[in-house]
T-cell receptor, first 115, second 109 residues
Framework: ETGVTQTPRHLVMGMTNKKSLKCEQH?????MYWYKQSAKKPLELMFV???????ENNSVPSRFSPECPNSSHLFLHLHTLQPEDSALYLC??????????????FGPGTRLLVL | DAKTTQPNSMESNEEEPVHLPCNHS???????IHWYRQLPSQGPEYVIH???SNVNNRMASLAIAEDRKSSTLILHRATLRDAAVYYC??????????FGKGTKLTVNP
């Protein structure tokens, strides 16, 4: 248990569906991240939030819509996804954005399959 | 271009030390060296990080070459639970961590 939980752990959705991934951290951290891990590809950073404000969007398609209502919760809203979006979606949190001081703590991920 | 170079895979035996190498010949003076690992079916997990001096914690040791162009993650006594993909990452300033392909470590009983 890392203190970062993600739900659901597995999700199958059609290309016309709308779904949301949820991440919650119980560590009192201020920064939260979404990553994508496709099969046989390195982790890709998608979004970064610090104190609920988005600080980074790595050219992610608009069919992925993040939401950070408070420092403990992070959502990833999904709509009209493509089969190539099938991947493991990982959430992480850290005390703040100083990577040299604070490590990131990752959740177990949501395994997404788009049909 | 990748900032670090790691072997694709390594094998070790249980209860023996493991030395995981990482080359980073283009490292700058302010780049930190981070190590994370990812166990099967889990998210990555922080292992250790350092700047210039060797570092030790309860999980591992990080040995950094004097010229900082390479480093080695040392697991002092491998267990089956240490089987994972190990990522060596350079990070400087306000840069975010960029994960590469890492080294897949297999631990034999």
């Amino acid at each position: 248990e890392t203190g970062v939980t993600q739900t659901p752990r597995h999700l199958v959705m059609g290309m016309t569906n709308k779904k949301s991934l949820k991440c919650e951290q119980h560590l009192g951290h201020n920064a939260m991240y979404w990553y994508k891990q496709s099969a046989k590809k390195p982790l890709e950073l998608m979004f970064v939030y610090n104190f609920k404000e988005q600080t980074e969007n790595n050219s992610v398609p608009s069919r992925f819509s993040p939401e950070c209502p408070n420092s403990s919760h992070l959502f990833l809203h999904l709509h009209t996804l493509q089969p190539e979006d099938s991947a493991l979606y990982l959430c992480a949190s850290s005390q703040d954005l100083r990577e040299d001081l604070w490590p990131q703590y990752f959740g177990p991920g949501t395994r997404l399959l788009v049909l | 271009d990748a900032k670090t170079t790691q072997p694709n895979s390594m094998e070790s035996n249980e209860e023996e030390p493991v030395h995981l190498p990482c080359n980073h010949s283009t490292i700058s003076g302010t780049d930190y060296i981070h190590w994370y690992r990812q166990l099967p079916s889990q998210g990555p997990e922080y292992v250790i990080h350092g700047l210039t001096s060797n570092v030790n914690n309860r999980m591992a040791s990080l040995a950094i070459a004097e010229d900082r162009k390479s480093s080695t993650l040392i697991l002092h006594r491998a267990t089956l639970r240490d089987a994972a993909v190990y990522y060596c990452i350079l990070q400087g300033g306000s840069e975010k961590l960029v994960f590469g392909k890492g080294t897949k470590l297999t631990v034999n009983p």
